[in-house]
């Protein structure tokens, strides 16, 4: 199984954060540098074909609240 092998039960709970922060900060700035022409841009995706950008972030973007659903889930199971 392939969450076996990110070893959770061994990493930092607040270095993921801060690595979740910083992935998120260096992403926005990298796309704050992009026009609205770039946004609509298209690409192949290998599984999803043509793609825009924002097609392409609004699924990553709107997937955080599951994570942070989970979390929550995770600490009141663990009485936390």
Excluded: W, Y
């Excluded at 700035?29 to 992009?34: S, W, Y």
């Excluded at 999803?48 to 994570?67: A, E, K, Q, V």
């Amino acid at each position: 199984m392939f969450a076996v092998k990110l070893a959770c039960e061994q990493r930092d709970p607040v270095e993921e954060i801060r690595l979740i922060e910083v992935t998120r900060q260096q992403m926005a700035r990298i796309l704050k540098t992009l026009s609205p022409d770039e946004f609509r841009r298209t690409r192949n995706h290998f599984e999803d074909g043509s793609l825009d950008l924002t097609t392409l972030l609004t699924p990553i973007t709107d997937h955080r609240p599951h994570h942070i659903r989970f979390i929550k889930e995770k600490r009141a199971a663990l009485g936390c």
